[in-house]
Each structure stands twice: as C-alpha cells, then as structure tokens.
C-alpha cells in the first residue's frame, strides 16, 4: 500500500489549496479515504472522508462548509479542496487508509496559512 501526497504549501488567509493523494497496492474503489491533519502541539485529528460507494462524505465541525472531499475511483486518487482558509487551518496534512485491518498514511505535507 501507498498513498503519494501532493500540493499543499504556504498561502494567504482566505485562500484555496487542494490537496491529491495517489494511491496503489490495494483496491481503492472499495476503501474508506480520509484526510487528517497535525498541528503544533496537538494531537492529529479527522478533516473528512469519503466512502466508497455512493461518494457519502463527513466533515469536521471546524472545516464544514469550507472543505471538500472528493475521489477519482479511475485514478485512485483522493483530493481535499480547501477554501476559504484560516491560520488556525496550518498543520501537516495527511491523507489515510485502512485495509485490511491496518492504517496507512501519505507522507504527510505542511500547509501554512498566514500573511
């Protein structure tokens, strides 16, 4: 399993990033993806994730309305639209997968938004 991260970087407050992860070694079109984020001195936590079938997607209360998960089962890719974004939005961003049992993360990737 291997999930590749791209995009991300430094950006203005209420600026958009959007952020890929490319996966392989597993079926992607019947897995769980998720995003999820580490800042400074917190714990990592949940952004969203989309299921497989059906496209349903969850959000976290602090990034609802501004993010959007979505997937290319064709590309087994996995991409996080951010808009609107904040300084409280900086973290390392990590995509993540779970199969069979065990979790697999992206390398992870800075986003910084300041002015």
């Known amino acids: 399993v291997q999930l590749v991260e791209s995009g991300g970087g430094l950006v203005q407050p209420g600026g958009s990033l959007r952020r890929s992860c490319a996966a392989s070694?597993?079926?992607?079109?019947?897995?769980?993806m998720s995003w999820h984020r580490q800042a400074p001195g917190k714990e990592r936590e949940l952004v969203a994730f989309i299921f497989s079938a059906g496209g349903m997607t969850t959000y976290a209360d602090s990034v609802k309305g501004r993010f959007t998960i979505s997937r290319d089962n064709a590309k087994a890719t996995v991409y996080l639209q951010m808009n609107s974004l904040k300084p409280e939005d900086t973290a390392v961003y990590y995509c993540k997968v779970r199969v069979r049992g065990f979790d697999y993360w992206g390398q992870g990737t800075q986003v910084t938004v300041s002015s």
């Open positions: 070694g597993f079926t992607f079109s019947t897995n769980v």
